[in-house]
């Protein structure tokens, strides 16, 4: 399964962004070999406004199956479900920390965004 999490480096050693649409890196991981490429979000640090959606609709240009992540707005929740994307929420962690509890199972998959639009 190929698996994003919201990163804030380029690393698996890196800390989970816990902002999905402002993230600084998505990684993505391929959940069976461990193999992970590191995808710079920096067109949407600064976005006045759409970075959940235009993150989104990268992280669905990935081929993305899942995302893991600390927040997820209204927008990106819509784009991601949409387009058929799980998405898990994971408190703080590393990134190969947030891999492993999604292996393990310990994290759910959410329904439904979990902060408003244009959360900093």
């Known amino acids: 399964m190929k698996l994003v999490i919201t990163s804030t480096g380029d690393t698996m050693s890196c800390t989970l962004d816990p902002r999905f649409g402002r993230a600084r890196y998505f990684i993505a991981v391929d959940t069976e070999?461990?193999?992970?490429?590191?995808?710079?979000?920096?067109?949407?640090?600064?976005?006045?406004?759409?970075?959940g959606i235009q993150a989104a609709q990268n992280v669905v240009d990935l081929g993305a199956e899942a995302v893991v992540?600390?927040?997820v707005g209204p927008k990106a929740f819509r784009v991601l479900n949409a387009a058929g994307i799980a998405i898990y929420l994971?408190?703080?962690?590393?990134?190969?920390?947030?891999?492993?509890?999604f292996r393990k199972g310990e994290l759910k998959a959410v329904d439904g965004a979990n902060v408003a639009g244009h959360w900093a």
Do not use: I, P
């Open 33 to 51: 070999s461990g193999d992970f490429k590191a995808h710079s979000n920096e067109q949407n640090l600064q976005a006045a406004q759409g970075a």
């Open 69 to 71: 992540t600390g927040n």
């Open 90 to 101: 994971c408190g703080e962690a590393s990134v190969a920390e947030a891999l492993e509890r």
